[in-house]
């Protein structure tokens, strides 16, 4: 099927089909269970501009609402590394009178928090309201909006020119990039930098973690790909950056065209996006029977598990877990329950498998024999908070790079 590139306008040829799929962070209450909303997940590349990209999009509103349920706060690792930013843009970019910093998704206000803290003026954009009051709560200057151009616009004509504008998980969620290459262009300061991160291709096809493709993330970036939509909008990829977050990050800084000079960082990440023919169709195409091996042994390895009586339960309600469970169909008759720390997700049953939600109270009551952890990206975190359920015997089931027990 050949859908149009939402960068350039050219074909987008798909290469995976995960199928029908639930909005990946709409946690149900009993009496919501007829009234879910799916959609098809598939992916394509664009032949001209190479911009990995979902086919269909799932209107913003229907993803970003009062009540979207992810917290950033919600991890140590995250905690510690929005600090890190933010005491890195204070030394840096925001180094200098009047400076301000404009954030893009800045959700609870894990990053923006430190900035205001540091009194430098700032403004975060955040359409869902109840992740944007916590923000405010934290003393936080948030606008409960969309970021795009007739909001950066009036922002511009309010505030003034924009040091920096940052922006972490959140870019890769916008379809309308058009309008938000626009919008920074009319909020930018001259010199300004504009700073986002979100998985990068190169990681999730090497993990195979196919689970990075859901409703909310509509792009799939590589340094090629963001260079290439940077200069349709007459901007620049100047420097570019790895990240050990989520998985695998790139972070892309942006400036003016001609405005900075670019890192050597730039030169080689494009090198090795080359070699490795990352965006090539021969390569998405291997990725996508990858894809297929790891459902396959995921599913039998669970099956194998039940059938010898074992209890399994989930780990970490993840927006990517939607991806694993409803590719892979798995009900509560393998994976009975997943424990999440987050209140919101707690007492509700997961999108589109239905999986019970829990407490991380209830996976020591009594513990199961194996856990699937669906939030591998905070593995590290994770096993050592839980250190105990290794302690009783139990068993973590890995499915990041392949299946496997740990
Ligand atoms: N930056 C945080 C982080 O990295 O943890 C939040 C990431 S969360 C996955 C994406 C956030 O972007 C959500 O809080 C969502 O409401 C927000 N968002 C989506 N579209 C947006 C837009 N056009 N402008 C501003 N925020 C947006
Ligand atoms: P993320 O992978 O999109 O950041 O989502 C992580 C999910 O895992 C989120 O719902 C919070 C949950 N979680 C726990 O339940 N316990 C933990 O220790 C951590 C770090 C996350
Ligand atoms: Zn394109």
């Known amino acids: 099927m050949t859908t149009t590139c939402k960068v350039c306008g050219n074909d987008v040829t798909e290469f995976l089909d995960l199928g029908r799929q639930p909005l990946s962070d709409a946690f149900l209450t009993g009496d919501e269970l007829d009234r879910e909303f799916f959609y098809r997940l598939a992916v394509g590349h664009c032949r001209s501009c190479t911009m990995v990209q979902l086919v269909e999009e799932v209107p913003r509103e229907r993803m970003f609402h009062h009540d979207y349920p992810y917290y950033s706060s919600g991890s140590t690792t995250m905690r510690a590394h929005f600090e890190q930013t933010a005491q890195d843009f204070l030394r840096t970019e ?9 954030e893009i998704g800045c959700n609870d206000g894990v990053m923006l928090k430190t900035i205001g803290k540091a009194g430098v003026r700032h403004l975060g954009f955040e359409p869902s309201g109840r992740v944007a ?26 505030h003034g020119p924009a040091s920096v504008i940052y922006a972490a998980n959140t870019i890769c969620h916008i379809p309308y990039l058009d309008s938000i290459f626009r919008g920074v262009d009319a909020l930018l300061a001259e010199d300004g930098v504009f700073v986002f991160e979100d998985p990068y291709l190169g990681d999730i096809v090497r993990k195979v973690s196919f689970d990075q493709i859901y409703d909310e993330h509509f792009f799939f970036f590589t340094a090629r790909s963001v260079q290439a939509a940077a200069k349709r909008f007459g901007f620049e990829l100047v420097d570019v950056r790895r990240l050990p977050v989520h998985g695998g990050e790139v972070r892309y800084t942006i400036a003016r065209a001609g405005a900075r000079r670019p890192s050597a960082a730039v030169d080689a990440l494009l090198a090795e996006e080359s070699a490795a023919q990352l965006a090539e169709a021969a390569t998405l195409r291997e990725f996508a029977a990858n894809v297929a091996g790891i459902r396959d042994d995921l599913v039998s390895l669970l099956r194998s598990l039940r059938a010898e009586g074992h209890r399994i339960a989930g780990y970490g309600a993840t927006a990517k877990s939607a991806t694993i469970t409803n590719f892979c169909d798995i009900g509560p008759d393998l994976v009975s329950y997943v424990c999440d720390s987050t209140p919101a997700k707690q007492g509700r049953l997961t999108p589109g498998k239905h999986l019970p939600v829990k407490p991380p109270e209830a996976f020591s009551d009594p513990y199961p024999d194996y856990a699937v952890l669906f939030a591998w990206n905070h593995a590290e975190e994770i096993i050592a908070k839980e250190h105990r359920f290794r302690e009783a015997g139990g068993r973590w089931i890995l499915y990041v790079p392949t299946v496997r027990i740990a």
Do not use: I, M, N
Request: hydrophobic share 50%.
């Open 94 to 102: 925001l180094a200098k009178p009047d400076a301000f910093a404009v």
């Open 133 to 158: 009051d916590v923000a405010r709560s934290h003393g936080v200057q948030v606008r409960t909006d969309f970021f795009e151009e007739a909001t950066a616009v009036e922002v511009r004509a309010e």
